[in-house]
């Protein structure tokens, strides 16, 4: 199992299984339950003082990474999307706890507990959801139940700081991402998916559109952004394989 969230959240904290099947999250993400580290309320407290950058952990000895050029550079459409393995481990021994702490912190992200979901190949992954104000959403996964291997922000496409809570999630500490190529990326990527999104728009007259991003190869992970009807999604995912 994972780490708490928080050190001072950790008393009563209990682990929930759920024997449910997995649901792709992917721009509907759907509203999760919300929890509180106030007085007398377990859930997610401030983030530790001083916040630094996770010290780099040693990389993952299975994880195989797949060559950049096989992945698609810019938007298509969602039946042109690359197909992306599940995520595996960013890196043995990144939890991503005081990441996630802190970015509930900044954007008022209340955190579920950690919880187990059932893969399709019947194997269990554990997961902390977690969602803030305008339906903004978050959601670790953690393939061997400890070492994060995925993460996904998702919010809309209207108000001012929606697009600005999915730049804070490129800001995922784990070593060997370059932050500024990140930044710079996300910019390009939502520039290119609201393009094409306008054009199937007006070629179809069909407002649900869906189209994806071009995909960036960073260190260990990969990230991707979605666009639909009032809705954006960015996945940073582990080692995440064509």
Known sequence: MIPQIQRACSGGRTWVALRVPVVLITLIAGAVGTASCGQGSPGVASPP???TVAPRPEPSATQTLP???NLPK???TSDKQATLSPGRTMATGY??????TGLAKDWKVRLEKPVEQEMPDGKMRTYVHGRGKNGMTVSAGYADHKN?????CAAGTKEPGDFEFLASCTGLDVAGIDHAKASSWLDRAKKETD???????AKTGIEQEYVVSGVLVSGPVRMVLHRTYGRYSLRILGGAAV
């Open 74 to 76: 810019h938007a298509v």
């Open 95 to 100: 939890t991503g706890n005081d990441f996630l």
């Open 148 to 152: 994060m291997s995925s993460l996904l």
């Open 67 to 69: 060559q950049a050029s």
């Open 49 to 51: 003082t001083p916040r």
């Open 195 to 201: 393009s094409l999104y306008e054009k199937q728009v």
